[in-house]
């Protein structure tokens, strides 16, 4: 019974990535978009959290990559780049959305 | 829009529930009352005053089932129930009798 | 009628700085009309939500936190609370309302309503609802 948790907010801003994370389960998987995809870029003072999640799945958005300049080569090791369709795809494929405002 | 009794005036909103709850005391729930066809009788103000108590124990108006399941507790269930309070309210307890008790309009009141 | 589903109703944020956990009480209001399986989760900033002796008189604002006690007579009487989620704010139990509810099934019965609960079993109880609704 998987659940996709969706993370929109900056993790240097507020702790919703990290109260997400500390939530999420294994087989669960976690979107990150807006700015949450700030969330996703290597070497940060979150990303060890991110990569200590090995059961949880990590996705992010790449229109909102692109719109503020980060490069796929910034993004820790592991996570996956998904578009649109991808988004609805991740949402279909899991039984529930849990948003983390 | 605005209420006018005994000389002065109390603000309400465009359905008739008045602005500032403070404001109300029983004057103004005879106007009300009038307003809506209602003479207000010993039945009328104990489900008024009801009201009045539930909002200030809870700060929020309660449904219609919610009303009608504690009156049921605290007077009897030839009280709570629908029948009983639309024979009071014709135009429905929770419109009627709170815009009376001078409460907002019940959360999911459609 | 069909099965009810399990709603579950997450609030994250403090009371009084955002329209967040007043939006998300209105809603649980309304939503109470429809007879589902509810459940509330209060975790991070959203413990402070419950907490005893809110007074917002000198703030001109309405004090909602009355209308939690509210909840039970509207069928809502599972408000689960994360231990975690105090212990790193510096609160105790003893730092929240009460929040009880009778038991219709049990003689009326008056039953506490907040349930505390670790972070794992938060999780896991979040990973069981049909509808998760974040405020």
Redesign the interface.
């Known amino acids: 019974m998987p659940t996709l948790h969706m993370v929109n907010k900056s993790p240097f801003e507020r702790n919703a990535l990290q109260s997400c994370l500390a939530h999420a389960l294994d087989g669960d998987g976690v979107l990150l978009f807006e700015d949450g995809v700030y969330g996703a870029i290597k070497g940060s003072s979150v990303s060890g959290d991110v990569e200590g999640k090995g059961g949880v799945k990590i996705y992010v958005l790449g229109a909102d990559l692109g719109a503020r300049g980060i490069e796929s080569g910034r993004l820790i090791e592991g996570i996956t780049v998904v578009d649109y369709p991808g988004f609805v795809d991740l949402v279909t494929s899991h039984d529930r959305s849990q948003s983390w405002l | 829009m605005a209420y006018e009794v005994n000389g002065t005036t109390v603000e309400h909103d465009e359905e008739g529930y008045l602005t500032d709850i403070n404001e109300w005391n029983e004057a103004i729930a005879l106007e009300i009352a009038k307003g809506q066809d209602l003479e207000m009788n010993e039945e009328r103000w104990e489900v008024v005053n009801f009201l009045r108590n ?1 909002y200030d ?4 108006a ?2 219609i ?2 009303l009608t ?2 009156l049921a ?1 605290t007077m009897g269930p030839e009280k709570g129930n629908n029948k009983y309070l639309y024979e009071l309210f014709p135009y429905g307890p929770a419109k009627q009798a709170c815009m009376i008790a001078g409460l907002p309009k019940p ?2 009141c459609i | 009628m069909s099965e009810a589903k399990k709603f579950l109703y997450v609030n994250r944020r403090a009371p009084y700085g955002t329209i967040y956990a007043l939006e998300s009480l209105e809603v649980v209001l309304i939503g109470a009309a429809f007879d589902q399986d509810v459940s509330l989760a209060f975790i991070d900033d959203g413990v402070f939500q419950i907490a005893k002796g809110q007074d917002t008189k000198s703030l001109g604002v309405k004090n909602f936190s009355p209308t939690y006690r509210a909840l039970g007579d509207y069928g809502v009487t599972k408000l689960y609370v994360e231990k975690e989620s105090l212990a790193e704010r510096g609160l105790t139990e003893d730092d929240l309302m009460p929040i009880i509810y009778e038991d219709e099934n049990d003689n009326f019965a008056e039953k506490p309503s907040l349930i505390f609960v670790d972070r794992a079993e938060m999780a896991k109880m979040m990973s069981e609802q049909d509808i998760v609704l974040s405020f």
């Open positions: 539930y124990e809870y700060q929020v309660p449904a089932r919610v399941k504690a507790k959360t999911g």
